[in-house]
């Protein structure tokens, strides 16, 4: 059922919705949603000079094709990362491994193509701006840490 759609039904004891004069309420529902992209983030595990992981946060889950349509680079070159873990109820994100891993003081994107859709409305991923393909730079680190984070600092429209 895509966004603005009614749906029909019994009247409801919180009221929650208009009623139509034939002894129906009518409520507005929005089924599923568009879900976005939120953060980029290169991160280390064991040692702080490179970084072997690829962090995608979504809104919600995703479900991610078996060829995720993600591409990364570190300094222009294109680097070997498959996924690590899925995006699950708990945690949306999707956790690529990147063999070798990355430089920690290379210059790092990540690129975003269509093809991974909302778990329950099967709406595409809005990576900013719709669904064509987004590349974002992972900024630098500005001291040690154990990940370099891009967050979307746009609102989306929810």
């Known amino acids: 059922m895509p966004f603005g759609a009614w749906r029909r039904g019994t009247a409801v004891l919180s009221g929650n919705g208009d009623y139509d004069g034939d002894g129906k309420w009518e409520n507005h529902f929005r089924v599923g949603s568009e879900p976005h992209l939120l953060a980029v983030a290169a991160c280390a595990s064991n040692d702080e000079s490179l970084y072997p992981k690829i962090i995608l946060s979504f809104s919600e889950v995703v479900d991610v094709p078996d060829a995720p349509p993600v591409t990364v680079t570190a300094d222009g070159n294109a680097a070997s990362c498959g996924v690590n873990e899925l995006p ?3 945690q949306p994100m999707l956790e690529l491994r990147c063999d070798p891993p990355l430089p920690a003081r290379a210059k790092i994107a990540v690129t ?9 409305s099967m709406l595409a991923v809005d990576y900013g701006g719709g669904t064509e393909p987004r590349t974002v730079e992972v900024p630098a680190e ?13 609102v989306p429209p929810w």
């Open 112 to 120: 975003v193509s269509p093809g991974m859709t909302a778990k329950g």
């Open 142 to 154: 500005v001291q040690p840490d154990t990940c370099r984070t891009w967050r979307e600092t746009a």
């Open 88 to 90: 699950s109820k708990s």
